[in-house]
Each structure stands twice: as C-alpha cells, then as structure tokens.
C-alpha cells in the first residue's frame, strides 16, 4: 500500500507563494498519474492539478498560470509551486495518486492535506 505525505501548507498573505510537496512511499509497483486538489470549507472538492508519469499536465482554468505542477519520478514526489496567491485559493489541499500495485491492478491513494490559508 502506498503512503502520501503531504507538506508546504501554511499561511501567506496574497500574492505570495507557496510550494507544496507529497511525497509516495510504501510497497507499489509503480506510481502513474498524481495530482493535487483542493476543498474550501463548504465546497466540493475539486482538481487543481494532474501530472503524467511521463510529464503530461492538465491544470484548472482556476490557477492556470498561476500554479505549476512537477514531479521528480526517482523520489516519487509531486510538487505544486502556487504563486500570486489570493484569498479564494484558501482550502485543504489533497495530494492524489494512481498507485500499481501490480502491473494491472491499480488504486487511487489520497494524503491526508495540507492547509493553506491566504489572508493579510
């Protein structure tokens, strides 16, 4: 089974920046598609951001040119580099990952969140 372990969250005024980090560890095959959403205090939860093994993004019209989305493959981490924050980007941010835990079989992971809280 796969670990997420999310880090970076925090409070920042706007238009500042922020870098989340989740790191996948545990026994898996293999790690293919991770990425990052986010839920504010009565709002769904919603995708932020996605990334490929092989480097492909799909980022939310939302923070699109705003966030980044990366990952470093060797060390199973994806990263989210947030700048221009603002006050609507506050929310509990979830790391996602499809995790193999064989060559076939797969199953979405989820961390466990990390807050962040844009304000003066």
């Known amino acids: 089974q796969v670990q997420l372990v999310e880090s970076g969250g925090g409070l920042m005024q706007p238009g500042g920046s922020l870098r989340l980090s989740c790191a996948a560890s545990?026994?898996?095959?293999?790690?293919?598609?991770m990425g990052w959403y986010r839920q504010a205090p009565g709002k769904q939860r919603e995708l932020v951001a996605a990334?490929?093994?092989?480097?492909?993004?799909n980022v939310s019209d939302s923070v699109q040119g705003r966030f980044t989305i990366s990952r470093d493959n060797a060390k199973n981490t994806v990263y989210l580099q947030m700048s221009s924050l603002k006050p609507e980007d506050t929310a509990r941010y979830y790391c996602?990952?499809?995790?193999?835990?064989?060559?076939?079989?797969?199953?979405?992971?989820w961390g466990q969140g990390t807050l962040v809280t844009v304000s003066l």
């Open positions: 996602n990952a499809m995790a193999f835990a064989t060559k076939n079989l797969y199953y979405t992971q």
């Open positions: 545990g026994s898996f095959y293999r790690i293919a598609d």
């Open positions: 990334i490929t093994s092989g480097g492909d993004t």
